[in-house]
């Protein structure tokens, strides 16, 4: 078995780390920015493909996502909370619909745990450039799960920020998502509080929520689901999605790319951790694995 180094806390890097622990690999965590800082805690978060490619790819790797968080909504678990319920909505596009819909503090919360409880570590590290793979032997690695940053630590352009602005709400009783394409607008109900959203600004870098952007998705959330009238702002939010025109999901030598998740990191994190790992064994069933393109690939 390797020894992994993954760069990224994010939902991408941890559930890359949890499966990687359970299939047997040392596994350390490296990232500058701790999970409840980074893009994934801002996700709303349904389980639903928003700006993701490849479509293939994309819609297997959903539908085993579906799987993984269906199941954990169905049990309750012995490693504390970890947010996920499957709650019925209405999507302009599907009609009434039921998906996972994951609180995503409390999903990283957990996600550090499972990590550690299978003896994985998370340090913070702000990194110019990969690290070199922490060993000699084949399975050896580094997991490339730097979102945005693997600008940097890609050396890949095509990565850019596509900036999401939400608002959060307290709960006024509501147990319904609803979505629909305008804007997009969103709104996912947490135990305790309401995300409301939603934008999806390409190239923009800057993290300061704008009040003119909030008081328009609240209107807008409040036309979609009324009950939302009067609720009470708690927090203003904005992530930097990693827009990438497909997920780059290969291995190149002793390094597994797996960044560019867009609007559906949180959709994709289990498919994609999957293949991740069949990158480390290539004679079990590893074809068909390298479905995002590289640079130059
Ligand atoms: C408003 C909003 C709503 C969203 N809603 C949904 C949703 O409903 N469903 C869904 O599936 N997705 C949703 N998303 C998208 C989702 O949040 C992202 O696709 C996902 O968070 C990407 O995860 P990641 O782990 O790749 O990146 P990130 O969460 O950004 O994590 C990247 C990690 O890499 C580390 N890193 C980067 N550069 C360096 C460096 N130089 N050195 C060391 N570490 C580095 C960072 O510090 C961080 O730990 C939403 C996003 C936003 C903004």
Redo the contacts with the bound molecule.
């Keep these: 078995m390797g020894r992994v180094i993954v760069?990224?806390?994010?939902?991408?890097?941890?559930?890359c780390a949890v499966r990687l622990l359970e299939a047997g690999h040392r596994v350390d965590v490296?990232?500058?920015?701790?999970?409840l800082?980074?893009?994934?805690?801002?996700?709303?978060?349904?389980?639903?493909?928003?700006?993701?490619g490849p479509p293939e790819a994309v819609a297997r790797w959903t539908a085993r996502s579906e799987e993984v968080f269906t199941d954990l909504a169905g049990r309750p678990d012995e490693h504390g909370d970890h947010g996920v319920r499957v709650l019925p909505g209405t999507d302009a596009q599907r009609g009434e619909v039921t998906a996972p819909v994951?609180d995503?503090p409390r999903y990283l919360r957990w996600l550090v745990a499972r990590v550690e409880d299978l003896g994985g570590t998370i340090t913070r590290?702000?990194?110019?450039r990969l690290p070199d793979p922490p060993g000699d032997g084949e399975d050896d690695l580094v997991v490339n799960?730097?979102?945005?940053?693997?600008r940097?630590?890609g050396d890949d352009r095509s990565v850019t920020p596509?900036?999401?602005?939400?608002v959060l709400v307290e709960q006024v009783g509501l147990e319904r998502w609803a979505l629909d394409g305008r804007g997009p607008t969103?709104v996912?109900p947490r135990r305790e509080e309401i995300?409301v959203?939603?934008?999806a600004d390409d190239g923009e870098w800057s993290r300061t929520p704008s009040p003119e952007v909030a008081r328009d998705l609240l209107a807008r959330a409040t036309e979609l689901v009324p009950g939302l009238a009067g609720a009470r702002v708690l927090r203003h939010?904005?992530?930097?999605?990693?827009g990438r025109p497909e997920v780059r999901l290969h291995r190149a030598g002793r390094v597994v790319h797996?960044?560019?998740?867009?609007?559906?990191?949180?959709?994709?994190?289990w498919g994609c951790a999957d293949d991740v790992v069949a990158q480390l064994a290539p004679s079990v069933g590893s074809e068909g694995a390298s479905p995002g393109a590289a640079p130059g690939t």
């Design positions: 760069v990224g806390a994010g939902v991408v890097g941890l559930t490296v990232a500058r920015d701790l999970p800082e980074t893009t994934s805690a801002v996700a709303a978060a349904l389980v639903f493909p928003y700006r993701a994951v995503m590290l702000n990194l110019a799960c730097s979102g945005l940053g693997a940097l630590l596509v900036a999401g602005q939400v969103y996912v995300v959203g939603g934008t939010k904005v992530g930097l999605r990693p797996c960044y560019g998740h867009g609007g559906a990191g949180v959709t994709l994190s």
